[in-house]
């Protein structure tokens, strides 16, 4: 492989020269990745790793007929929009198709971020309100306006939610306030966003925006339970708000069934304004607000332009316009339900087997695992998880966890992702649970020998000592962070389970 520096000089440049709150995956042994191909990633020696992780390599890392489009458009032209262009119109006509048809008016942008913050300013302008409504462990974004509404940033111990913001429970049936059992989750979920709007209209404030991802990405892979976003709509309509759709990380048919993920949850739930990007353009910043004419007719009276110079270039609709039709082509969205519930099926086997997994959830190739130490107490084992995704990438596979305790195992491959591939990562993952159970004593004694008890003790002591010196939360240390990104905790493991 061609390299302009060697792996080390690489680490020590990037220690130099990027700032030290841009974090790797893997930060105690990152990997280099020097080129991709579908659903594969290559280190600088040819070491082949499997992407499990990669949702914005939508249909496949560098595919020909998207790199094609790109190169083509490129050496032709490429300027800003307010240059009249085929591209533009021809992919907002395309994109448009693929959602209820209230859904017609398209504003682009280059990335999801930049989507969800025009968002705001489509919905504060058309309802002339400010207060936004989120959900609790959500995240929108890294512009100012998104931190603010993103509670899967909040600094944990510090009130930084502005008075402006709501934060609504997680619509988790799993280890949220409303779980299986109850007899209505849907409806009690809303009913704290019905709390919320009466609370915040007591006060004198008004309602401009609920907004949520279609399904909880980074809050551990949740999916709301039936009913919930239509009632949520009902309650945020009567206050004059409109609700807003986060598509970034899971649309463009990742669910399988549904091109959009918001469209599981019926025909009768339609939202004001979605927001889409990352997978958008399989790697190529392009994103995009769609909405109403109604609420687009309202922007534009403040008299305000919107221009965005790169947003809606020729070259990034040539790109977008190419990853529709490899969707199309490939009929990923199918292959994406067969895939997806082949691999969902081997994880609720797994599920069976293996003591700390706790659930396993999600649709299409949208799939999480949340790994517990209790079931019946569903205890999150932060730790453990962290030890796992180091362990997957030795096997050459790359999974990352995230959720507020770091414990939920996310799965969001390239769409072209294969049965095989499903295969292969859960007898990895087997393999790992298997080593990482016996150390910690968690099989059944039925499995155990007469020469286990003694080595099985000491695994035990071992793990206990790992536990207690890796309980600092890592929210609160500035120098850990999410997906992977755990080091010395990972670092102690792996030391402690080699015996």
């Known amino acids: 492989m061609c390299e302009l520096y060697s792996k080390r000089d690489t680490l020590a440049l990037r220690g130099k020269h990027i700032g030290p709150s841009c974090k790797v995956f893997f930060a105690s042994d990152p990997i280099k990745i020097v080129r991709a191909q579908r659903q594969y990633m290559f280190d600088e020696n040819g070491e082949q790793y499997l992407d499990c992780i990669n949702n914005v390599a939508h249909v496949g890392h560098c595919h020909p007929e998207v790199v094609k489009a790109a190169l083509k458009q490129m050496e032709l032209l490429n300027t800003n929009s307010r240059f009249l262009h085929d591209n533009i119109v021809e992919y907002a006509k395309r994109l448009s198709a693929t959602l209820p048809e209230k859904l ?17 300013r489509l919905a504060q302008q058309f309802t002339g309100h400010q207060d936004v409504i989120t959900l609790d462990h959500a995240y929108h974004g890294h512009l100012s306006s998104l931190i603010e509404i993103s509670p899967y940033k909040f600094l944990k111990g510090k009130d930084v939610k502005k008075e402006f913001v709501h934060v609504a429970p997680t619509p988790d049936t799993y280890r949220g306030k409303y779980k299986e059992d109850h007899q209505d989750p849907a409806s009690a979920y809303a009913d704290e966003v019905k709390k919320i709007i009466e609370d915040a209209q007591s006060s004198g404030r008004t309602i401009a925006a609920f907004i949520a991802e279609s ?9 709301p339970p039936a009913g919930y976003f239509q009632k949520v709509a009902e ?7 409109v609700f807003i759709a986060d598509e970034v990380q899971v649309g463009f048919g990742r669910v399988g069934k549904h091109f959009w993920s918001f469209q599981m949850h019926g025909e009768d739930f339609v939202p004001d304004i979605v927001t889409m990007g990352k997978s958008m353009g399989n790697g ?3 994103a995009c607000v769609v909405t109403t004419k109604e609420i687009a007719e309202a922007f534009s009276s403040s008299g305000m332009e919107y221009f965005n110079t790169y947003a809606g270039n020729p070259v990034s609709c040539a790109v977008g316009l190419a990853v529709l039709d490899v969707i199309e082509k490939e009929d990923l969205q199918e292959n994406a339900t067969r895939v997806g519930n082949f691999l969902t099926e081997l994880l609720k086997k797994q599920k069976a087997k293996h003591t700390l997994i706790g659930d396993i959830r999600g ?12 079931h019946q107490k569903r205890t999150p084992a932060t730790a453990e998880a962290q030890h796992i995704i180091y362990k997957m990438k030795e096997k050459r596979v790359l999974l990352s966890a995230d959720g507020p305790h770091r414990n939920v195992l996310k799965i969001k491959p390239p769409m072209c992702f294969t049965e095989e591939d499903a295969k292969f990562m859960v007898d990895q993952l087997d393999g790992i649970l298997t080593v990482l159970e016996e150390a910690t004593g968690t099989k059944t004694e039925s499995v155990t020998s007469e020469n286990t008890p003694c080595k099985t003790k000491m695994l035990k002591e071992a793990y206990v000592e790992l536990l207690r010196d890796s309980t600092t ?3 609160e240390n500035p120098s850990t962070k999410r997906n992977g990104i755990y080091t010395d905790t990972h670092a102690l493991l ?3 389970l080699k015996t």
């Open 104 to 120: 017609s008016v398209c504003y682009f942008t280059n990335s999801g971020s930049e989507a969800n913050d025009l968002a705001l």
């Open 215 to 223: 399904m909880q990405s980074c809050g551990g892979q949740i999916i």
């Open 235 to 241: 309650y945020v309509h009567g206050a004059g708000g």
């Open 284 to 286: 190529h910043p392009v």
């Open 363 to 374: 649709i299409g190739l949208f799939i999480g695992i949340d790994l517990v130490k209790d």
């Open 473 to 475: 939360d890592s929210k």
């Open 494 to 496: 792996s030391k402690r």
